[in-house]
């Protein structure tokens, strides 16, 4: 039992330690790269922005995103309270331990926060832009807790990625704050896996060699927001495609009806009444 912890525990490391020196690499020493970000809401210790995604090309029109996307509020908030995590434990642990319980990913006060920015933000968010979020909780003047990941949405799949869960950050005495900085980078070895209730609306993923190698296969979730509708009728979300750009062939607009109301007019600009 003690054997297999100390396992898993030196593979968390190795995996982040691989992530921070590829991180190490990208950004060319001390030079820290500028991503270009919106904000949408932000107090003194959380934040929703809209920042420009690195994995879209503007070359390849099928890695934009579905943007700018309405979602209602009732909607956002189901989503989140079905997000939940799961310690990570190898095989020999749950031989003789089970799989770890499944906890709530956000607390409701979380969910009050992000709800109503979320839907603001996917609703002004571009094509190149991705939605990051970052929540907070002072522990000592130089500790805070922190969660924060990102979200997108590419046609009726809302991939959501949480990077860190009720994590302990050290505040650097000087230099760059990379929690800030990065929310869906980890700030320390992912132990957790992520997932969605009702897990027959999510969608398997490929898992290429640099995923594995990152140790990132449970980073992100892809929710199929039309199987969502389907097995939770509640919530009534029923996608639409509008003003499909002769482009790229996403849809520039894709609006969700809330539940016992009649249709949302169309949108004329990237903005969303949240119901």
């Known amino acids: 039992m003690g054997k297999a912890s100390w396992v898993m ?14 991180f190490g690499i990208l950004v060319g020493g001390c030079a820290i790269p500028h991503v ?64 770890a319980p499944r906890q709530p990913a956000f607390r409701d006060d979380e969910i009050t926060i992000l709800t109503p920015q979320l839907v603001e933000a996917l ?8 939605v990051t979020f970052y929540l907070s909780h002072p522990r000592t003047s130089i500790k805070r807790e922190i969660t924060s990941g990102g979200l997108y949405v590419r046609e009726d799949r809302l991939h959501f990625i949480l990077g860190n869960h009720q994590n302990v950050y050290s505040i650097p005495a000087y230099g760059m704050v990379y929690d800030r900085r990065y929310p869906t980078m980890p700030t320390a070895p992912k132990g957790f896996d992520l997932h969605f209730d009702p897990e027959e609306v999510v969608e398997e993923q490929e898992v290429t060699i640099w995923t594995r190698l990152l140790g990132r296969e449970k980073d992100e979730i892809v929710i199929n927001l039309e199987k969502l509708r389907i097995k939770s009728p509640s919530s009534s979300v029923r996608l639409n495609e509008m003003n499909r750009p002769a482009d790229n062939g996403f849809p520039s607009r894709i609006v969700c009806y809330p539940p016992n109301k009649s249709a949302v007019s169309r949108l004329s600009s990237p903005s969303v009444s949240v119901t």
Do not use: C, W
């Open 36 to 99: 270009p970000s919106r904000v949408v809401y932000e107090d003194p210790t959380n934040f929703v922005r809209l920042e420009t995604d690195p994995q879209v090309r503007r070359e390849q029109p099928e890695t934009r995103h579905s943007h700018p996307v309405a979602i209602s509020a009732q909607v956002m908030d189901e989503i989140l309270r079905g997000l939940s995590v799961q310690v990570h434990r190898a095989a020999i642990q749950k031989l003789f331990a089970g799989e």
């Open 123 to 130: 609703a002004r968010a571009s094509p190149e832009e991705r």
């Open 9 to 22: 525990r030196e593979q968390r490391r190795a995996h982040y330690s691989l992530r921070l020196f590829v």
